[in-house]
């Protein structure tokens, strides 16, 4: 069991697996037995996953008898982003240069930019649409022909068969495409986009290639009939838009338009992330305003109004976009008030009204929704188990895929022929307005509302995880808006229709809130993309009970479906709070230290040889000054990153050169961006033995005034200071302002709130 | 003129004027000699507006030419709040003795809380409601029977006395409350809420008597038929019950109910205050999400999912009791489907639909808001200094008042008289359901209509900044949904009716966006709350048009109302970012300094008299190792609020003491929330001849790990660490961890962006 962790990860590859945080087994042992730490939960222990250790090994964990779990860990797989700025010497030097008029110019580019992923957003949503509306289209028109001509001949399972071929055939070459162009890619995404916005940088998510892939992806998979929606991809590809747009080049097609070069850092790039995911739910939902709370609840660490303005109108955008291309596609041109990718079908207006009596069975709902989630997230977990440990191979992963899309369309064939109520052939076929099952006014009878449930809600959770690009709004929505419907009719039913305000209607639409609350926790955001997406807002207030109740119910049992698969990818993801009883531990128990720190002027040999060095691979340096031959730690004057000496390198920027002139030119912010984000490694990097010999200065690079606490400073202090900072690297210095360590982004991740109390995740170079 | 910013303010009391900031003029100017800076800008000067200073005095200034205004200056009356734990050995103590139950009991109690708070501030909705319809009533009756009366004698000359004495009496009650019992309850106490939520200490802001005034000063008000409307209030109402309900306790009333002690610090009341304002929007507008979003987007500088949810919460509650409440009142109980106070009708259900070319005259009218809503801002920005300069006294407010009570009843009656259209004389007496006005479905006819929006324009702008309780919310839809309308007939009439699409109540409700957006500012909140309030997503998209562009057209001539009046008071108002181009300054030209510290072991004499001076003080000291007998700055190893201090005093924790056992027992954090949050001055407590010789131990009380930065740190870096953290002080030590200067809120709040690039404030005694 030790191994599973090293096989299958979001980004699945094994070549980016090197640990590049600062901190490693050498430096962890050392620390035992200097530190003398007073508790035994700041200990560190990293668990090499390689070797079983057994617990008389390890006597001072707390928990000795644990086999090392899955969940237990914590990867050194995830670089961190750089949120805060590094304001050295060339970086103020430009800020000061700029104007009054620059400062204003950037910021209407930043606007413009918010507009053009608003815009390229709906555009893609627009596309998806039309491409799976064409494609389905086709799927249906063929299966239709071939139960026309066989259904007297007895052929049905002719057309069973052809329609199962047909779906996988779709589902494989999306399936094909995900696994082995951009395993990434597979998913909503969503997860993904929240550690992103969190500020763990997960390899290649925000790529050209992962977009197309994705959309691709997503069109295959909606026509190949699975159990899924194309909402929660938007999400991803409307980030990855976004990421590409701010830049003002693609570093794929190896293009630079030479426009937003100032945007060429991970902060501002982040802010660029978050409009481009409202934008995408903003275009998937029609709803506005709930992608921008999406944004906030799920994604965004960092708020600021002006940013929220503009995310809000790259949302505005996005829908307009999109509901401007559709009304042109579906000969309506100019007609905007349609909403985004779903519809809920329109209410009847006279209708939509609710009574005080009505409140406990809403609450009722609720707490339905948030075991059903909860029974959903745990089958997944053990799922998504069961997957990376067996189902690891790209073509296994295609294959389950197909298997997948063949066992859905004979359950939704059986369905159909048992069942002949209102169309069902449509309604499950055409992806076109699935939701139309739930809020439609056709009455269904209760045993096809149950079977559907039943079945739809085991196949969406099998389907979730797939190497598919697939969202898990629409089937939540769908599972709820049954049962709720199936809640609402056995009402009327069992009060013999007594009761008139029971319109299975409404009870559909909390259902489907209900269950999808319980799947994924949100409730401010979705309680505004519900709103929205039905276009009323009577119900806002019994939908808002729906969630909180989901949440609340479903939190006692497990975590929300996307918080299930970071934790089981063991991302170092920051959560808002420091868990309450950390109060324990100050900053010296949670640091790495000693810490691998540069002079101020460093000969290059060293440099080379310390970032070349495999096994420890730090990201952060904090720059000192050594008081002359002395013994004890330097005092802090800078931190400077890898990315920058590795620029500072690849330019020679020796001491000798520039005194002997051979350097052309200053060094400037400019190299720095034209790197960023793919710095070249270290071992690219040719440094001849001569230059070995010369220095370097520090001075103008680094960072002089990296945030620092004292070693005495509690957990939540120091958390309080890296979470809305965005910090990486965070100096911990004694009274003297020398280093004693350094708290990164795992040293915090690490501790978490488990049911016991307070528990220490192990850190694994899986 | 210099001496007018010493009149008026909004707590409008003389008593509470000493600065208690860290820093004073004799500090100010040693700093001149000793800083030596580079920078002009960064020069600090304290202008003592008692003496007219010449600029020949003063030459370093920027522009030396000008006379010191008003809107110039930052008042040093103003202390702020403590949002950053002190995070003293007690503290840290009682947070590990804490068990993982004990936390999540708290995190209960904390959700108890908010749901008190969204049912108290729905019950007052509702009262405020109730009451203004009855009272409206009541003069309704008596008008109408007088009218009938003497309608046939000629006598309505009799009737508009009737009626403008009996609304001038109304005011006069409420105006009279207002003026001497508590000035701060005038207005719409928005800005109050906002500058609060900033950090900023308003004087009684938060009061159980400030609430009750509020309550029935609004009352007061809408029944006196002024151009007000009753929601403003409701935001304020709902942060002060926050407030009181969160303490567990009245400090006004002296009842301790010994609950929610824990949350007895500015930190957690701060969370409950944003969730209070919330619940406030929420009541008045019938708009949950619009309230957090309201909170989110004018008030919570910290953000925070959990919070967030909270807040959520609250708001729901609040919404749910009003309707409740409402629903038993209007004998219809159980129907919870009616919005907030405020009704704009309903919309035709088949008529609710734009198209493309409509977005472009949504875009006009935003524009015409943003102008009309700067117009209106700027003239009452004038009007206010008139005030501030002229109309200072109680009794000539409550006059004004009176006066304007008069004159707006006149001219309603004179409306009345002159147009006889859809029975404006319900419309403009009952304040019902004064939208009515603009969405319903009457048709006016345009000379109406123009009228009304001109009188009422000035009306409501003469209004706002009167010493009665009122908002300005209520008024500028009316205005916008007048002009509105006029637009939509003017664009029917125009195009002699060939536009089907040109539904007048469609661009009523524009306007009544756009000049709503073009007073306040809002955008994100407001697209909420106008949805909610209407009931209606379709025009979401066209509604945040509207506000976006009435958003930049205003900000163009000037800001928004409330950032108005928060300006005319000289609050130090953190904004959300620093001045793009302040990278030219750093800590060191920022930092008040020198600083006043203690050692670990002080002088009880030392710090009494430090205490007591009124020229200084200060609130914060940093607590430091001195170097034995040596000149320069000692060493860093802590941060004393003088809160903490009085208590230490109040209590007699002196090292004497202790060993002589003469003090019973150990001081616990118990006694520092009990005088929370009215601590004693320095004052009234005595200390002794023989005390003054004592010694005080601080190691246990100060915050051993207060947040710092390095002097060269850059302004925005130093305001990316204040804002978010919510700091109060912030302490600058050079590379030996000596203390060189304190960063406080006015040292920020000094800069800010004119039209002419940075400018810097001039701090004054106001």
Redesign the interface.
Known sequence: MANITKKVSWSGRGEERTPLLNGSEEVRYSRQSSGGSVFHIGRLSTVDLDEDITPEEDPVRSKPKEIPHNEKLLSLKYESLDYD?S?NQLF?EE??R???MS?RC??ISRWVICGLIGFLTGLIACFIDIAVEYLAGVKYDLVKENIEKFTEVGGLSISLILWAVLNSAFVMVGALAVAFFEPVAAGSGIPQIKCYLNGVKVPRVVRLKTLLVKVFGVICSVAGGLAVGKEGPMIHSGAVVAAGVSQGRSTSLKRDFKIFEYFRRDTEKRDFVSAGAAAGVSAAFGA??GG??FS??EG??F????L??RI??AS?VS??TLN?FLSIYHKK?????SPGLINFGRFD?DN??????EIPLFIIMGAIGGVLGALFNVLNYWLTIFRIRYVHRPCLQVMEAMLVAAVTATVSFAMIYFSNDCQPLETVTSEDYPLQVGFGLCTYNPLTLGLFTLTYFFLACWTYGLTVSAGVFIPSLLIGAAWGRLFGLLLSLMTTGKLVWADPGKYALMGAAAQLGGIVRM??SL??IL??A?????Y??PI??VL?TAKIVGDYFIEGLYDVHIKLQSVPFLH??AP??S??LTAREVMSSPVTCFNRVEKVGTIVDVLSNTSTNHNGFPVI?QAAASEEPG???GLILRSQLIVLLKHKVFVERARSRLSQRKLQLKDFRDAYPRFPPIQSIHVSQDERECMMDLTEFMN??P????Q???LP?VF??FR??GLRHLVV?D???RVVGLVTRKDLARYH?GK???EELHLAHT
Chains 1, 2 share one sequence.
């Open positions: 700025n304001e103020l800020e000061r700029m104007s009054h400062f950037l910021e506005p305003v921008v709370l906030l609840e965004a660490s708020w600021n109004q002006m929220t303005w809000f109108f505005m829908t307009f401007f041109p100019g007609e905007l008030s207006m939509v009204e609710y009574s005080l009596y409730t401010l309680t505004v709103v929205e039905t276009g009323n807002v009577t806002g207030l808002m009970l909180l808002w709070e309450a009883t109060h324990w000054i005092k802090l004057c002089p005034t945030y620092t606490v004292p005495e400073t509690s202090r309080k200071l809305p900072l210095v009274d003297e302002n709130l016991h109390g307070l």
